[in-house]
Every structure is written in structure tokens, then in C-alpha cells.
């Protein structure tokens, strides 16, 4: 089974720190995602990576960076936490040649005070 | 616009009977459309998918049926149980791409609680 995992379930962090979310897929899997999730707004995709030291910008990149140094980990940084990025975080990985399926992690609850 | 919409109200079901989802679309041509369930808490889990030239999918008690003239689909649960409920997700491919590697485009849910 295709295993993705993110290495913080619970964080609260205050205003204005840097703030790393981890995320390890363990399936070899080209493609990466990473989304936040609010109640009504469905998941919105932050940015993308197809590759090693590759991204894309998605749909709310703004406050966002992120790093793939490796194929199977695919980190996600709030470089100045503020509290409008108070959400959930969900990895999630996907095969560029085989399926259409996406596997998520557990997800990250992320609180800004 | 573009919108995908799913019924943000949430839907209850007696244990037994067929509990039936919506996800409707404006202004997007999909090549397959996806169906996720989601617990508390918990990341979404690929339930089927169900492409563009396809009416009807099935796997053991879960449904899925696509209309592009209405520009809908359904998702059926048959024989309901407690344990199906969960918030069930929506997704679509557009086409042509958005993207240089195609990205899903989401509904933002509807929870199903199936009551004994």
C-alpha cells in the first residue's frame, strides 16, 4: 500500500515564525501536492512538484515556498506564519505514468495564534 | 465561472437504505471525474473514478454515474451503513489542462451520516 506521511499532526505556532511541514511518500511516486483544506472551500492547492527540484505554483501559493531535495520528500514552508494560514495541511502523492489516483497523508492541523 | 458543487448541506440516511451524493460542474469539460471518501480528521481516500465516455461504474456497493449533458455525477451507496458515514469529495480533470501536469479540481464535500 502506498504510504504517504506527514511528519506533524498537531502544530500551533505563533504569528511571524517560520514554520517547516514534512511530508515522505514511499511509493516512488513522481508527483506531489500539497493543499489546504478550510470547511466550505473544499482542498485548494498550494503548490506542486513533478520532480526533483521542480514546482509549480497552484492556486494560493501566496505565503507558501516549498523544497523536493529528494524524490520522496516534499516540504512545505510558511516562511512568516500568519493566523489567515490557521488550516489544515494534506500531502498527497501521485504516479505520472501509472493511474489517476491521488494518495493523501493524515494531514496537518496547523493553528496560528 | 467555473465551479464544481457539491451539497454543502449534510445528508441523513436511514441504515439500509440507498444514500445518493451530487457533484455538479459549470464550465469545465472533464476527461474523468472522481469520487474520495474522507473521515474526521483524516486525509481523502480514492473511492472510483469514472471517465468522460462512461455512464456508469460500479464497485461491490458504491455507484457512479456521469452525465456531461447535465454536467453531473452521482455517487450511490446501496444497503447503507454506519460505518459509510464520512464526508465523500468530488473531484474533476479538466481539459484541456490547466497545468504543464494536470491537477484535479475539487468539490468541497458532502457529509453523510448514516443513522441505525
Known amino acids: 500500500d502506498v504510504k504517504v506521511t506527514q511528519s506533524s499532526r498537531y502544530l500551533v505556532k505563533r504569528t511571524g515564525e517560520k514554520v517547516f511541514l514534512e511530508c515522505v511518500q514511499d511509493?516512488?511516486?513522481?508527483?506531489m501536492f500539497w493543499y489546504r483544506q478550510d470547511p466550505g472551500l473544499g482542498l485548494r492547492l498550494i503548490y506542486f512538484s513533478y520532480d526533483v527540484k521542480m514546482k509549480e505554483k497552484g492556486d494560493i501559493p501566496e505565503g507558501y515556498s516549498v523544497s523536493r531535495e529528494k524524490k520522496e520528500r516534499f516540504s512545505l514552508i510558511l516562511e512568516s506564519a500568519s493566523t489567515n494560514q490557521t488550516s489544515m495541511y494534506l500531502c498527497a502523492s501521485r504516479s505520472s505514468t501509472s493511474g489517476n489516483t491521488i494518495y493523501f497523508g493524515e494531514g496537518s492541523w496547523l493553528t496560528v495564534v | 465561472s467555473q465551479k464544481i458543487e457539491q451539497n454543502s448541506e449534510a445528508l441523513n440516511i436511514q441504515e439500509g437504505k440507498t444514500a445518493t451524493l451530487t457533484c455538479n460542474y459549470t464550465n469545465y469539460s472533464p476527461a474523468y471525474l472522481q469520487w474520495y471518501r474522507q473521515d474526521p480528521g483524516r486525509g481523502p481516500v480514492f473511492l472510483l473514478l469514472i471517465r468522460e465516455n462512461e455512464k456508469e461504474k460500479r464497485k461491490e456497493r458504491l455507484k457512479v454515474t456521469f452525465d456531461t449533458t447535465l454536467k453531473q455525477s452521482l455517487f450511490h451507496i446501496t444497503a447503507s451503513q454506519p460505518a459509510d458515514s464520512a464526508t465523500y469529495l468530488c473531484?474533476?480533470?479538466?481539459?484541456?489542462?490547466?497545468?504543464?501536469?494536470?491537477?484535479?479540481?475539487w468539490g468541497a464535500g458532502t457529509k453523510l451520516i448514516i443513522k441505525p
Open positions: 511509493m516512488d511516486h513522481e508527483n
Open positions: 473531484a474533476l480533470l479538466d481539459s484541456p489542462r490547466r497545468y504543464s501536469n494536470y491537477q484535479l479540481i
